[in-house]
């Protein structure tokens, strides 16, 4: 992991809250059941898929840094949001997006750009496969 993060850091997986400004009222991210564990490591708190966590976490980070990794991945800068609600999906990303994302993990790390196949031909100009149109 990334900015002195491991599977192994504590975090305090407690309530927060943040004052925004543009909504005027507090932000409380919550777990769901709302239940919390106190100090844990991140391990645990993606295993167990704790919100408060994740949201420590890319405090931790810091917002910026991790929208800006996120492009790393292929996911396109005016669809990630910079506010700490992106540690819980708040960016809007095709289905084709998010499949390319993680491709990236089984792909050794490089970003490969996904293409359909049309149609699988042999030599001879047998098809073997031809995709429907719907």
Request: zero cysteines; aromatic letters at 10%.
């Amino acid at each position: 992991m990334d900015k002195g993060l491991t599977l192994a850091s504590m975090l305090n997986d407690v309530p927060i809250s943040r004052w925004d400004a543009g909504a005027g009222s507090d932000w409380q991210p919550k777990n769901s059941p709302p239940q919390y564990a106190g100090p844990i490591r991140l391990r645990q708190g993606l295993g167990q898929s704790k919100n408060v966590v994740m949201v420590r976490a890319m405090r931790a980070m810091g917002v910026d840094y991790a929208a800006e990794y996120l492009q790393r991945f292929g996911f396109p800068a005016q669809n990630i949001v910079h506010t700490e609600s992106l540690a819980l999906g708040s960016a809007s990303f095709t289905p084709m997006q998010v499949a390319r994302g993680y491709a990236v993990m089984a792909n050794g790390g490089f970003l490969v750009d996904p293409w359909f196949i049309s149609k699988i031909e042999k030599r001879s100009g047998r098809r073997d496969f031809e995709a429907n149109r719907k």
